[in-house]
């Protein structure tokens, strides 16, 4: 996953909304949104690691009906840090942070803590509940709490601005916060948020961030929504590579039980690379 946008407690019904962009090599295996049969776990999720990008704690209750679930409001994200430090063998999936947060009872904060953080490759992961939510990285960004606000995190350090992520924090505060604020039912904002996380507009050279590869190669990931590009295969122009999955996960205060909270994902996703914006 290459980008996350969380708006963390700026509306009352929606404490969190999030969205996210997956990109991926189009070759890796991967099994879309669904209630996970091994682990109390709805996500996409990556048959070759068997971890995920982003998920909820979900558990389908095998006293009730097949249509029933249980949710504690644990939320996870995980992004990878782009500092051309190439991913060894004998390091863990970056996907079991979120996995493990998941199927956890730590806090966020607590978790994020007890991380080995060399287990990894570089990451940038954000984990919350309906009460914190902490991002930490092991680029040097320590466990910290998210402040009441607007994030945009891609594959830096959480406050680099990026031409991607501010372009993205800008379509959101004009083109989607607004009309959560007016009507927080998903049918009335949900579509202008997809087309917001669709912008394949390229960064122009100047505002390139600087993370250790190629030029070519960074402006090629400097949209929001990275359309399928020959990234990593020089003999032939067949796409290998771009913008998977697009989220957008949610936490709803229940406004009859006051302070229980319903998680949902919605997920498009585009391994085939048949579609246009």
Request: with cysteine; net charge negative; aromatic share 10%.
């Amino acid at each position: 996953m290459c980008i996350v946008a969380i708006a963390w407690q700026l509306f009352d019904e929606l404490p969190l909304v999030l969205l996210s962009n997956r990109d991926e090599f189009l070759q890796r295996p991967t099994e879309p949104l669904h209630q996970w049969s091994d682990q109390p776990i709805y996500a996409g999720r990556d048959k070759q690691s068997g971890g995920t990008w982003l998920g909820i704690h979900q558990y389908a209750s095998p006293a009730q009906s097949a249509e029933y679930y249980e949710q504690n409001g644990r939320w996870a994200a995980v992004l990878n840090f782009r500092d051309g430090v190439q991913a060894s063998s004998d390091e863990r999936s970056r996907g079991a942070l979120v996995t493990e947060f998941l199927t956890g009872t730590l806090s966020p904060m607590d978790f994020a803590r007890q991380i080995d953080l060399q287990d990894y490759a570089g990451f940038n992961l954000i984990i919350g509940d309906a009460a914190q939510a902490v991002i930490v990285n092991n680029r040097g960004h320590a466990p910290t709490p998210l402040y009441s606000g607007l994030h945009v995190i891609s594959n830096g350090q959480p406050e680099d601005i990026w031409f991607k992520t501010e372009r993205l924090r800008g379509r959101l505060r004009q083109e989607v916060l607004p009309l959560i604020a007016e009507d927080s039912s998903p049918t009335y904002w949900q579509e202008a948020a997809f087309n917001v996380l669709s912008d394949s507009t390229k960064a122009p050279e100047d505002k390139l961030p600087i993370t250790g590869v190629a030029f070519e190669v960074e402006q090629m990931l400097s949209s929001v929504y990275i359309e399928p590009v020959a990234f990593g295969d020089t003999e032939t122009s067949k796409p290998t590579y771009g913008t998977r999955t697009q989220s957008i996960l949610t936490l709803r205060k229940e406004r009859d039980t006051g302070a229980n909270y319903t998680a949902n994902i919605i997920s498009r996703e585009f391994d085939n690379h048949n579609h246009s914006h």
